[in-house]
């Protein structure tokens, strides 16, 4: 709810204070969809816990699918009503972003650093933690499930804000140099993220992407306090980054 609520147009024939109560419920549910169906055991059907990360990890591709089977049915069924096929596309756009990559962002990185995750035990073997069984990092018949834990993570995590920064460096701030449309394709895709910021400061939202993805490796990859100084780092870099950049519209 919380993530397809904010991309719909609400009729001015609704009343206001059906409008309002659907926009509180969204502000108050937020649903994690991959931890809902963490565990797919269906009858005699078993599954290990590899094989439900990898579940899991192909969520955010499952619905991207489902999103793209949607937009092309769309474009079918609205083929000769040219703004009614342009309204809806940028509706399923907005869900798209707001879901994939507003929504599941944090989720889906971490899934994907979780098949990456291991700890060394008492006899000096290296185990993956969530089952306690050889590293898949290190060789055997599930290092292909590491190959795919990095795909997803730059696929999840580095890829889209990684475009989303060189449309910003090619086209700079929206508004500045021509009036906001809100309603295009290049806003609801890319240009929002630079719409809190100042103008020196409007790719943030990479940086803070990037912040993300380096406290989600820290969480999964390092033990003890390595990981405890790491973590401490990166939040007091990023609190004298905020205090010498100032980045934000709002003082």
Same mark, same amino acid.
């Given at each position: 709810m919380s993530a397809i609520l904010p991309a719909i147009d609400w009729s001015d024939c609704l009343p206001p204070w059906i409008i309002d109560l659907m926009e509180w419920l969204g502000s108050l549910f937020a649903m994690d969809i991959a931890e809902i169906i963490r565990s797919p055991e269906c009858g005699n059907v078993r599954t290990t816990v590899r094989m439900r990360w990898l579940f899991r990890s192909m969520m955010p591709l499952g619905l991207a699918m489902v999103l793209g089977v949607?937009?092309?049915?769309?474009?079918?069924?609205?083929?000769?009503?040219?703004?009614?096929?342009?309204?809806?596309?940028?509706?399923?756009?907005?869900?798209?972003?707001?879901?994939?990559?507003?929504?599941?962002?944090?989720?889906?990185?971490?899934?994907?650093?979780?098949?990456?995750?291991?700890?060394?035990?008492?006899?000096?073997?290296?185990?993956?933690?969530?089952?306690?069984?050889?590293? /898949?990092?290190?060789?055997? /018949?599930?290092?292909?499930?590491?190959?795919?834990?990095?795909?997803?993570v730059v696929v999840y995590g580095v890829m889209p804000y990684g475009a989303i920064a060189i449309k910003l460096c090619q086209n700079g701030k929206p508004g500045v140099k021509k009036k906001i449309n809100r309603n295009s394709a290049g806003f609801i895709t890319y240009g929002w993220s630079a719409m809190p910021y100042r103008k020196h400061a409007y790719l943030w939202e990479c940086y803070n992407a990037l912040i993300i993805i380096v406290m989600s490796a820290g969480s999964e990859l390092i033990e003890g306090e390595s990981r405890a100084l790491m973590h401490a780092s990166i939040a007091g870099f990023s609190l004298l980054m905020h205090a010498l950049v100032r980045p934000y519209e709002d003082w």
């Open positions: 949607w937009a092309t049915c769309i474009k079918c069924w609205l083929s000769k009503r040219k703004k009614a096929r342009h309204s809806s596309m940028l509706t399923i756009l907005r869900i798209a972003v707001q879901l994939l990559l507003l929504g599941m962002y944090k989720t889906a990185v971490l899934t994907s650093l979780t098949i990456l995750s291991c700890e060394t035990t008492e006899k000096g073997d290296r185990v993956l933690a969530m089952d306690q069984k050889p590293c /898949p990092i290190d060789g055997g /018949p599930d290092q292909l499930l590491a190959v795919l834990g990095i795909m997803f």
